[in-house]
């Protein structure tokens, strides 16, 4: 029987992928997703 | 009666969950503006800055959410040539807390293959070996068509695609495409290749899902394929008491993911949807935060090697 992943490093892990996250809004990310959202996506749909 | 009970219990379960399914699908795509027929009108309001957290397409007509591998193909395409920090680190925040719980719990096309599988034909169990290597599949379409090829492809003018949307999502078909084609005439008279290539993989998704249980969750879908990268360490995690467990083996007959929950509880294709939870009659395995108590046999070794004193 494997051991399991000990809770610290989940703990660890979550703070990360937060950072992650935030220097991704920080790049100015969120507004690509915005407006590729807000737009029909033709590829999406199978027309473009 | 016992075993009435359980099954009355499973049943409850299995209810709620479909209810929760169906109300997070309507809840995501509640836009009812868009499903007006006439010209096209998406929602564009400050929502679809953030992801939903399972496959649906951002051009549903209903859609007040993005998608989150449409987003992260956007994101790699975009001129700030975005390394989809964003989506990757909220992504793995979900998966970090719950794992796949998303996939049997808010995911549309999910509960749309369950429903599918409801209907009353022989159903067909994909053999063990070419199963484990299909499961695989979802991996390397993850690799190369969401991250490889929309990060270095670019045409000749410059532009980049998202080539999991544009050539294998069946869930941009059914939930954007043939809505918006059923609602605009103009959009019917554009349809080419492409938009009968994409119907035709939705038609044998949907073909598959009567026979097989969510074939897409299974071997295609990307997103479902990242969740599960975090199934071991997510905070929420599946456990086997194996002082309860008497290895009847319900609980694998039971899980229609083809995990065996008694011996990996947190595998990377559990959807969590608790079936086995419900069916188990010992009562060995729950859901809870973190990993569980070691083995009775482990500790029993581990303490053998203490002083007397410091044994618990």
């Known amino acids: ?48 | 009666m016992d075993k009435q009970k359980q099954k009355t219990a499973a049943l409850r379960s299995a209810g709620l969950r479909k209810a929760v399914q169906a109300g997070w699908g309507i809840l995501t795509n509640a836009y009812i503006n868009g499903f007006l027929p006439g010209d096209p009108v998406i929602y564009q309001g400050p929502l679809k800055q953030l992801c939903v957290p399972g496959m649906n397409c951002y051009s549903c007509p209903g859609a007040l959410g993005s998608c989150p591998i449409g987003s992260m193909q956007a994101i790699f395409d975009g001129r700030t040539r975005g390394i989809g920090a964003y989506v990757i680190g909220y992504l793995a925040i979900i998966g970090l807390f719950i794992g796949r719980f998303i996939c049997g719990w808010f995911c549309l096309f999910g509960l749309i293959q369950e429903l599918l599988y409801k209907i009353p034909t022989p159903k067909l169990t994909v053999p063990e070996k070419p199963d484990k290597i299909l499961r695989y599949l979802k991996y390397l379409i993850l690799l190369v068509m969401v991250f490889l090829l929309p990060f270095y492809y670019r045409s000749q003018y410059g532009a980049g695609e998202p080539f999991f949307c544009k050539y294998i999502c069946p869930v941009g078909t059914l939930e954007g495409g043939i809505p918006l084609v059923l609602l605009n005439s103009m959009m019917r008279g554009a349809l080419g290749w492409l938009f009968r290539w994409k119907f035709l993989l939705l038609i044998l998704c949907a073909s598959a899902s009567i026979f097989i249980y969510r074939p897409f969750c299974k071997y295609i879908c990307p997103l479902g394929a990242f969740y599960g990268l975090f199934q071991k360490v997510s905070l929420i995690r599946m456990r086997v008491d194996r002082e309860k467990c008497v290895d009847c083996g319900i609980c694998v007959r039971t899980c229609k993911m083809n995990v065996d929950p008694h011996k990996t509880p947190n595998d990377s294709e559990c959807i969590r949807c608790r079936a086995c939870i419900k069916a188990c009659p010992m009562h060995a395995l729950t859901m809870k935060i973190g990993p569980g108590p070691e083995p009775l046999q482990e500790r029993v070794a581990a303490q053998a090697d203490q002083p007397l004193g410091e044994r618990r």
Do not use: D, H, Q, S
């Open chain 1, 1 to 48: 029987m494997k051991r399991e992943v000990p809770l610290k490093v989940t703990i660890a892990l979550i703070p990360l992928a937060m950072a992650l996250c935030a220097f991704g809004i920080y790049r100015g990310e969120v507004a690509v997703v915005l407006a590729k959202a807000i737009n029909i996506c033709m590829e999406c749909i199978g027309l473009g």
